[in-house]
C-alpha cells in the first residue's frame, strides 16, 4: 500500500484549502483513513478520521470541527480534506495514514498505519 498526499500551499487566513490522499494500487474502502498534522515544536495530532466500520462514520478533533470536512472518492481511490475557514494555527505538515477497514477510528494505531508523505500547509498573510 502507498499513499500519495498533495494540495497543500500558502494560504491567507479565512481562505481554503484542499489536500488529496490517494490510494496506489489498493481500494480506498479497504482501509480505515485518518489525517494528521504537525506543527513545528508540536506533537502530531489526528484531525480527522474516515471509518466504514457500522455503516461509516467521520471524526474530527475539537480545533478543526465545522472547518474541515474529509470525505471519499470510491472511484478514484482518493480521500480529500477540505479544509476552510484556514487560521495560522491551521499551519502545519499535513499526513494521510491508513489502516486496514476492519478497525475502528478508535482503534486507529498510528505505528500499524500505512503514511503518506506530508504536505505542508502554511497560513499566512
Known amino acids: 500500500l502507498q499513499l500519495q498526499a498533495s494540495g497543500g500551499g500558502l494560504v491567507q487566513p479565512g481562505g481554503s484549502l484542499r489536500l488529496s490522499c490517494a490510494v496506489l494500487?489498493?481500494?480506498?474502502?479497504?482501509?480505515?483513513i485518518a489525517w494528521f498534522r504537525q506543527a513545528p515544536g508540536k506533537e502530531r495530532e489526528r484531525v480527522s478520521c474516515?471509518?466504514?466500520?457500522?455503516?461509516?462514520?467521520?471524526y474530527y478533533s475539537n480545533s478543526v470541527k465545522g472547518r474541515f470536512t474529509l470525505s471519499r472518492d470510491s472511484a478514484q481511490h482518493t480521500a480529500y480534506l477540505q479544509m476552510n475557514g484556514l487560521k495560522p494555527e491551521d499551519t502545519a505538515v499535513y499526513y494521510c495514514?491508513?489502516?486496514?477497514?476492519?478497525?475502528?477510528?478508535?482503534?486507529?494505531?498510528?505505528?500499524?498505519?500505512?503514511w503518506g508523505r506530508g504536505t505542508l500547509v502554511t497560513v499566512s498573510s
Open positions: 495514514a491508513a489502516i486496514p477497514r476492519y478497525y475502528h477510528c478508535s482503534e486507529f494505531s498510528e505505528d500499524k498505519a500505512t
Open positions: 474516515s471509518t466504514l466500520v457500522a455503516g461509516g462514520e467521520t
Open positions: 494500487k489498493f481500494v480506498l474502502d479497504d482501509y480505515t
